[in-house]
C-alpha cells in the first residue's frame, strides 16, 4: 500500500487497534513525509495509546520535525506518552527541549520526576550547565532544589565551581543538596568548602556536610567530628562516628586523638571514641577498653565490653588475662565474662581460681564463664571444689554445677543433700527436682521435716517437679506446717502432682 493510500486509510479508521498498525506502516515512508503527517495527526488524536505509538516512532527516527512533537507531547494528558517523550528527548539529548523538560520540575508531585531528571542530566552533559543554573535565580522553588542534584550528576569542572557558590545560598536545602551534589566530585584539596558548611546553622546541611566528609577522607575533618561526638544529637554522633571510622580506617594506628577521648571526663563522647575503636578492630585500644571496665558509667562497660569481644575475635588478649588480677573487682568481672564468650579453654584454670574471690559479681560472672564450656574437666573441678573449706568457694562450685545443668553435673550434686551449709541444701534440692527418672524420693521427702523453712519449700518444690505420686502422702502430712510459705508450696506441689490429690491419700 502507497504511502498516499495509508494517509486516506489512517483518516478514515476509528478503531485505536488498526490505527496504531497502519502507524507501523506510515513510519515506513518517514522520509516521503510520513512523520509529518503522523506529527499533524498527534495533534488531533484523542486515544492515549495511539498517541503513545506515535511517540514511540518519533523516538527511533530522531530529526528537528521528531523533536518538535516529542517537546508538544511533554505536556500530553497520558502518563506514558509523556514518560515516553521524555526518555526519547535524553535519549537525543536536545539541547532545545532542555527548558520545556526543566519547567516539568515545577509541579512537586510529579509522577515521572526521576526520568525529567534522568533527560535533563543526559542533555546537560553536552554543554547546557548555563541554562540550567540560570534557574537558581528564575525558576520556583522545587526546581531551585533540584538544580544542585543535576549540577552535581552533570560533574562537570564547571558544575563544581556552580556547586560551590551555592553553599552559600539562603535556601537551606539548595546548600544541603549542594553539599551532596560536591561529595563525589570534589578534590581533597577543595576539602575546606565542606568543612565550612559543618558550622551551617541548619541541622539538615550539616548532616550533609559530615556524611560527604565520610566520602572524601579529608584528615582535616578529624578535629571538627571529634568535637561532634559531644553533640546532644544522636544523628550528629552517629554520623560522626561513621565519618571519623571511614577517614581513620585509611590510617595505620595508633588512635591517639581517640586514645584521648577515652581518657577525658565527658561520658558521651567517651562512649563514641568506644564506638570508633570497636569499628576500627584497634588491638591498640584494648588497654583503655579494659580501664573502662571500672567506669561508673554501665554503658560504657556494656561498650567497652563489646568492643573487645569484637576486636579479640576468637583470641583472649594479654590485656583481659592480666585483668583477672586486677584490684577492681569490675575489671575482674568483665574480663572473666570476656573469657567466656570467646571461650579458651585454656583459661579455665584462671577462671575457677575467681570462684573465691571475695566479690560475689566476681564469682558469678567466673560461674557464668566456666558454665559456656562443655567440658567433663570443668565438672569434675567444680565437683572436688565442693568439698572445698572455703564456704564461697563452696557455694559457687555448687552453683556452677547447677548452672551446666546436664546429667552428668546434677547427678553430682547427689551427695550434697546433707550438706552442713542450709543454702546449698537448698539449692541443690531444687535442682535434683529437676532430674527424670528420679528412683529414691526420700532425700527430698526426710528434708520436708527439716527445722530451716527454706530447706522444706525446696523440697516441696522438688517433689512438685519430680510429680512421683509416692510423695501426696508425706506432703500432705506437712500440709500443717507451721509456716505459711512452706505450706503454700506444699500446696501448689500437691496440685502439681495430682489435681486429685485429696481421693488418693
Known sequence: ??????????????????????????????????????????????????????????????????????????????????KAAVIALGKAKASIALIPLISMLQNPSLEIKDAVLASIIRVGKVGSSDIIFDYINKGNIHVKRLIPYILGKIGSEECIERLKELLAHEDPLIRKNSVKGLERLIQLKDAKFILNALNDEDLRVKKAAIKALSTIKSKRAIPHLIKFLKEKNPEIRKLSVRTLFSILSNQPPPYDKIYEILNGLNIISRREAIKILSLLEDKNSVDYLVRTFNSKDAKLRRLAHKAILNISKDTVPTQIV???????????????????????????????ALLSDNDSKVRDAAI??????????????????????????????????????NDKSTES??????????FIRSWVAMSLGKLENINDITPFTSLLKDRDPKLRIAAAKALGQIGDKEALEYLAKSLWDDNWKVRKEIEGALNKIDPNWLGLI
Open 1 to 82: 500500500m502507497g504511502f498516499q493510500e495509508l494517509k486516506s486509510s489512517y483518516l478514515k479508521e476509528t478503531v485505536p487497534l488498526k490505527k496504531i498498525q497502519i502507524i507501523e506502516s506510515v513510519a515506513l515512508h518517514f522520509e516521503n513525509g510520513g512523520l509529518e503527517f503522523l506529527m499533524s495527526q498527534y495533534k488531533s488524536e484523542s486515544d492515549g495509546k495511539v498517541r503513545k505509538k506515535i511517540i514511540d516512532l518519533a523516538g527511533k527516527n530522531i530529526n528537528d520535525i521528531s523533536i518538535q512533537l516529542l517537546i508538544k507531547a511533554l505536556t500530553d494528558n497520558n502518563i506514558e506518552s509523556r
Open 368 to 405: 557464668e564463664a566456666l558454665s559456656s564450656f562443655e567440658s567433663e574437666n570443668v565438672i569434675e573441678s567444680a565437683k572436688n571444689l565442693t568439698t572445698n573449706l572455703n564456704w564461697k568457694t563452696r557455694r559457687a562450685a555448687v552453683k556452677l554445677l547447677i548452672k551446666i545443668g
Open 413 to 422: 550434686l547427689i551427695g550434697l543433700m546433707s550438706d552442713k551449709d542450709v
Open 322 to 352: 592480666d585483668g583477672l588480677n586486677a584490684k577492681e573487682w569490675k575489671i575482674r568481672s568483665l574480663c572473666a565474662r570476656v573469657i567466656g564468650e570467646i571461650g579458651d579453654e585454656k583459661l579455665i584454670k584462671a577462671l575457677f
